[in-house]
């Protein structure tokens, strides 16, 4: 059974968009359209990607309050 890195769901809760249209929108903000546009176009490399391909697992399941509940539970990692 695969087990969810905690850390790495704290650090998604707080990550936002770097660049573009939805910049500094936090990531489980991006409408789901144009979370959906990058799994048909392909999500970016390293962290950046995994997060996303990890929002739209998220908002595929229906469970995207998952990480807004760590947003106000769990403070911004330094």
Same mark, same amino acid.
């Given at each position: ?25 936090? %990531? ?7 979370? *959906?546009?990058?799994?048909? =176009?392909? $999500? !970016? +490399?390293? @962290? ?9 697992? %998220? ?7 998952? *990480?807004?509940?760590?947003? =106000?539970? $769990? !403070? +911004?990692? @330094?």
């Amino acid at each position: 059974m695969l087990e969810p890195d905690p850390k790495f769901l704290i650090k998604l809760a707080h990550t936002k968009m770097p660049y573009g249209k939805y910049k500094d929108r936090y %990531l489980i903000d991006l409408p789901e359209y144009y979370i *959906v546009w990058y799994h048909s =176009k392909g $999500f !970016p +490399k390293g @962290k950046l990607g995994e997060m996303l391909e990890t929002v739209y697992t %998220l908002k595929l399941n229906g469970i995207e309050n998952l *990480v807004r509940n760590i947003q =106000k539970n $769990f !403070p +911004k990692p @330094k």
